[in-house]
């Protein structure tokens, strides 16, 4: 069913001492199983008019979000959860400590899949963080 198992420790490097916070494990699946998956949910089913899902909709737009926080352990979980809650897998993400100072976080994330009103909406919503210092929207 899987082919490798890897393990990776997770480290608190923010708030001080380097601390272990936890382990992740990320599993490769055998070409077999992930076939049997694909059939099993039918994402390799055919849409019955290709091209009016494959077409481009003017309604929605690429964005790029850029984010400057404190410089906290949590925030990057919190940013990305917004998109997350909302189904939305980041095409780009970006996290950058320091740039300005060594207490700020910098995290740019673009996005696909919104309208305007949504990202708006997004926007507010991560400018509500008690750590955000500043979100900028940009259409793409």
């Known amino acids: 069913m899987f082919e490798s198992c890897k393990q990776t420790v997770v480290y608190d490097l923010i708030s001080g001492p380097a601390q272990r916070v936890g382990t992740v494990l990320s599993y490769h699946a055998t070409e ?3 076939a049997m998956m694909r059939r099993s949910t039918n994402l390799e089913a055919t849409p019955a008019n290709p091209t009016a899902d494959t077409a481009p909709r003017p ?3 690429r ?6 926080t404190e410089a906290q352990a949590s925030i990057l979980a919190k940013v990305i959860e ?3 809650i909302r189904s939305l897998v980041p095409q780009r993400l970006t996290n950058r400590l320091g740039d300005v100072s060594p207490a700020e976080l910098r995290i740019e994330i673009e996005v696909v899949g919104l309208d305007p009103m949504a990202a708006q909406h997004l926007k507010a919503r991560i400018e509500q963080f008690p750590d955000v210092r500043s979100v900028r929207l940009l259409g793409l």
């Open 32 to 34: 077999e199983f992930a």
């Open 59 to 61: 309604d929605v737009a």
């Open 63 to 68: 964005y790029r979000y850029s984010v400057r």
């Open 82 to 84: 917004m998109f997350a």
